[in-house]
């Protein structure tokens, strides 16, 4: 099984930042693409950002300029920065992980953790 374990959600002022981690652990072969989603109260889950294993980003333009997705492959661990927060930020922040246990390709698992809160407001 694999295990994904988000931290560093609270409670922060406009304009405030934020540190998220998400660490991955079990039988974890390799990990592929690893994300950061969002959910606010009555509203979908949207993608935030998302990093390749090679590194590649991609942003929701809501969040471009001042969120910075980055990852520890050796740590198995993704991180988001989040600076400039808006209350329009507030939301339970997911991390989801695609994850292969063997070296075979053709098998790939997709986990997401618990969420985390972040919520703006002054």
């Known amino acids: 099984q694999v295990q994904l374990v988000e931290s560093g959600g609270g409670l922060v002022q406009p304009g405030g930042s934020l540190r998220l981690s998400c660490a991955a652990s079990g039988s974890i072969f390799s990990i592929n693409a690893m994300g950061w989603y969002r959910q606010a109260p009555g509203k979908q889950r949207e993608l935030v950002a998302s990093i390749t294993s090679g590194g590649s980003t991609n942003y929701a333009d809501s969040v471009k300029g001042r969120f910075t997705i980055s990852r520890d492959n050796a740590k198995n661990t993704v991180y988001l920065q989040t600076n400039s927060l808006k209350p329009e930020d507030t939301a339970v922040y997911y991390c989801?992980?695609?994850?292969?246990?063997?070296?075979?390709?053709?098998?790939?698992?997709?986990?997401w953790g618990q969420g985390t809160q972040v919520t703006v407001s002054s």
């Open positions: 989801r992980a695609v994850v292969r246990k063997t070296a075979d390709q053709r098998f790939e698992y997709i986990y």
